[in-house]
T-cell receptor, first 115, second 113 residues
Framework: ETGVTQTPRHLVMGMTNKKSLKCEQH?????MYWYKQSAKKPLELMFV???????ENNSVPSRFSPECPNSSHLFLHLHTLQPEDSALYLC??????????????FGPGTRLTVT | AQSVTQLDSQVPVFEEAPVELRCNYS??????LFWYVQYPNQGLQLLLK??????LVKGINGFEAEFNKSQTSFHLRKPSVHISDTAEYFC???????????FGKGTKLSVKP
């Protein structure tokens, strides 16, 4: 595997379910991100992890819970979601610090549908 | 607060025609500017970036962009588009080395034969 991978690619879940999205980066980066992409809205940054510590949480509801066990893996745990949470969830990584921190590499995303 | 405005939500164009996708940003400090492309059912891929130096930046797939500080613009151009350029294009701004990327709403480029 190369680059940034995300699983599953598609997920349909009910409002009472609990599921997790997984992201893995194979680039040796030390920063990882979760974004939400909804139709007709700009990409919304949800969480940022740098050196496995959460450095940003952009007022995301608590029904979204991130986890970064190491610099290569990032999870987004989901529970009691709402239909308006249906979106494409994108993971990205970058090498933090210095000029290289400017470029983020994105995974293909998980298309989430909440029924 | 920083913002990024992509003036056109959709741009239809015929194959081999030139195209310009517009991007304006608001910031009173130095910023770094990016264009990303998203093909159907894929994540975002970096097309090009402006960090410093020459205001004309060349990227992948024949795209280029020009940073205009006085007009706070970073328009993306390609002299001759292909069907394969059909995708959504996102302009993004980053304030300083520690700032996060702020994205525009995207422009859907549709190239017709």
């Amino acid at each position: 595997e190369t680059g940034v991978t995300q699983t599953p690619r598609h997920l349909v879940m009910g409002m009472t379910n609990k599921k997790s999205l997984k992201c893995e980066q194979h680039l040796g980066h030390n920063a990882m991100y979760w974004y939400k992409q909804s139709a007709k809205k700009p990409l919304e940054l949800m969480f940022v992890y740098s050196l496995e510590e959460r450095v940003e949480n952009n007022s995301v509801p608590s029904r979204f819970s991130p986890e970064c066990p190491n610099s290569s893996h990032l999870f987004l745990h989901l529970h009691t979601l709402q239909p308006e949470d249906s979106a494409l969830y994108l993971c990205a990584s970058s090498q933090g610090g210095g000029a290289d921190s400017y470029e983020q590499y994105f995974g293909p995303g998980t298309r989430l549908t909440v029924t | 607060a920083q913002s990024v405005t992509q003036l056109d939500s959709q741009v239809p164009v015929f194959e081999e025609a030139p195209v310009e996708l517009r991007c304006n940003y608001s910031s009173s400090v130095s910023v770094y500017l990016f264009w990303y492309v998203q093909y159907p059912n894929q994540g975002l891929q970096l097309l090009l970036k402006y960090l410093s130096g020459s205001t004309l930046v060349k990227g992948i797939n024949g795209f280029e962009a020009e940073f205009n500080k006085s007009q706070t613009s970073f328009h993306l151009r390609k002299p001759s588009v292909h069907i394969s350029d059909t995708a959504e294009y996102f302009c993004a701004v980053k304030r300083g080395s520690q700032g996060n990327l702020i994205f525009g709403k995207g422009t859907k480029l549709s190239v017709k034969p």
